[in-house]
């Protein structure tokens, strides 16, 4: 089994800058593909952002050139740097794991193919 844990969620304002981590422990998880999720009230979840065990990354379009995710395979972390947050993006945000590989066909936004999901942290932005 493989239990993820995000921490680094709190309120900011406006064009403020965030840092989400999210923990990975149990299985060796270098192989697979992370992603970032986010869910308003009200709202579906969405894909934020996913990264592949080679660093190739991808982003929803309305985060493109303000969200950064990474990961550190030698301490099991993963990480997500906000910048320029705006009102919308307030939401909990979920880390989970995926054993598809990203890229090709898949741009890793299908919440279906991931199988594990941390308890979320929430990001709240305010005016």
């Known amino acids: 089994q493989v239990q993820l844990v995000e921490s680094g969620g709190g309120l900011v304002q406006v064009g403020g800058s965030l840092r989400l981590s999210c923990a990975a422990s149990?299985?060796?998880?270098?192989?697979?593909?992370m992603g970032w999720f986010r869910q308003a009230p009200g709202k579906e979840r969405e894909f934020v952002a996913a990264i592949s065990w080679s660093g190739f990354s991808t982003y929803a379009d309305s985060v493109k050139g303000r969200f950064t995710i990474s990961r550190d395979n030698v301490k099991n972390m993963y990480y997500l740097q906000m910048n320029s947050l705006k009102p919308e993006d307030t939401a909990v945000y979920y880390c989970a794991l995926s054993t598809y590989n990203l890229g090709g066909s898949w741009s890793g936004s299908s919440p279906s193919r991931y199988g594990y999901w941390g308890q979320g942290t929430q990001v709240t932005v305010s005016s």
């Open positions: 149990g299985r060796t998880f270098s192989i697979y593909t």
